[in-house]
């Protein structure tokens, strides 16, 4: 299941989850938090869903299917998110997949600026891995983060803040190597791949939490479901398709690659 805002444009949120979930496999659900007036290039209008509405679609999910894993994307606000965290407690979802978006690629707040504390609180303890990016990193830790080994740092200080696994991505460092760091009960892992020049990256991090999310409701270990999210992520970037003005990711690149 997916609990997220909706990107109008298709490429980001709600959408890009249930792409990924078809792309890898598994029978996706969605919750909306918010709905979105959105295309790469911006956000022109956010309208939050009323909470007690947003609980009521996971409760009904809940009841007509066996989750057995769910993410968090936009949520926006305090009241949202805390009524996120108690379905969660109150449905008893086994794997809970928080990507705590904040901004958009294009600059837009994603997340109301008296929420942080909320998602701190109420939402981050309960998860079992957490994907920030680079500056949602910065956000949950209080710094800067520079370079890789500020990451490495960043991904032990946000695992061990929450008790939860970490995957800190570092595609916003630059470089020609994107380095992702998992922090799990006390191990590190380094991801290490090419970077991909891309025109656009609207929707990845949406795509990643989405494909983890997957492959850990496929029964995956954590490693390797982080490993298998991000090759998903790559290939669907490098195989980026035109649509008008904008390349969106091709989530389902493996498909078009079987000849179907």
Not at 2 to 17: E, I, Y
Request: aromatic share 6%; with cysteine.
């Amino acid at each position: 299941m997916t609990v997220a805002g909706s990107d109008s444009g298709g490429g980001a949120g709600v959408q890009a989850d249930l792409k990924t979930f078809s792309a890898l496999g598994v029978y996706g659900t969605s919750a909306m938090t918010c709905l979105t007036a959105q295309n790469p290039s911006r956000v022109a209008g956010i309208f939050a869903v009323p909470t007690e509405f947003v609980t009521q679609q996971i409760v009904t999910i809940c009841e007509g299917f066996p989750v057995q894993a769910a993410k968090t994307g936009m949520l926006y606000s305090a009241e949202i998110i805390r009524a996120v965290a108690q379905a969660d407690i109150s449905q008893g979802i086994p794997i809970l997949v928080v990507d705590p978006v904040m901004v958009a690629a294009s600059g837009a707040r994603l997340l109301q600026a008296d929420a942080i504390e909320a998602m701190r609180n109420d939402l981050l303890p309960q998860a079992r891995v957490l994907t920030p990016n680079l500056h949602e990193a910065e956000i949950l830790c209080g710094h800067s983060i520079s370079n890789v080994e500020e990451l490495r740092s960043a991904a032990r200080e946000i695992g061990d803040a929450f008790d939860v696994a970490c995957v800190a991505k570092g595609g916003n460092l630059g470089g020609d190597e994107v380095y992702d760091i998992l922090y799990d009960e006390g191990e590190e892992t380094v991801f290490t791949g090419p970077r991909i020049h891309v025109r656009q990256s609207h929707g990845a991090g949406c795509s990643f939490s989405a494909a983890l999310t997957a492959f850990l409701a496929k029964g995956y270990w954590m490693n390797d479901a982080v490993e298998q999210a991000k090759r998903y992520v790559s290939n669907a970037l490098e195989h980026a398709m035109a649509a008008g003005d904008h390349h969106p990711l091709h989530f389902f690149w493996n498909c078009a690659a079987a000849g179907e």
